[in-house]
């Protein structure tokens, strides 16, 4: 699939979980219209084709279709996703692709005056790795917790500095430090109550 198409569904259903977070049967409407105008199935079938003979067991390229997973942590803030990402772009060095407020979207009419300039969608890049966040709403919201953020680094300096970076008014979890495994790990929840992890592998004999 088509990176933009993707980029464009997963927009869809973070707009429609949005509305369903609200609990407003009018806030549901349009996006309901949207899904049923522009739906579409996919069905991938192992084994769709009966077998008669030996001819039948060679594979058809037809046949085959490519399912291609990528797995992307999507955060959510209370409020404060503008801040927090524009932190981790300049911190981990990455470049924000979208940053997009319920001003100016089909969700603006459903949303609070006080909302509205809040981010109903943002992606971050950082060196192919995606990041993925939105403002949940605040009947919505709960704090982050059961899982890290992790990042993976070769450079000690690097690490050092980006865990310095992200410790700034954050809750410590394990310092930075040496262990069996890595030349530098340690974790942290960061300002916005995002929870990291930063590895940094040992050197290679």
Known sequence: MHTTTRSAITLFATLYTLALLTGSPTALRPWQKIFQKDSFSVSISVDSVRRTSRAAEKPSAHHIKECTVQITPYLNFNGNCKEAFEFYERTLKGKIEAMMPHAGSPAEQHTTPE???????????????????????????????????????????????????????????????????????????????????????????
């Not at 403002?135 to 690490?159: C, R």
């Open 115 to 205: 909302w509205r300039n809040k981010i109903l969608h943002a992606r971050l890049n950082v060196n192919g790795g995606i990041l993925m966040a939105s403002d949940a709403p605040p009947q919505g919201y709960k704090q982050p917790e059961g899982f890290a953020v992790s990042l993976n680094l070769t450079d000690i300096p690097e690490a050092e500095r980006i865990f310095r970076e992200l410790a700034a008014d954050a809750r410590i979890t394990m310092p930075l430090q040496p262990t069996f495994w890595a030349a530098r790990f340690g974790m942290l929840t960061d300002r916005f109550g995002i929870p990291w992890m930063i590895n940094c592998e040992q050197p290679t004999a």
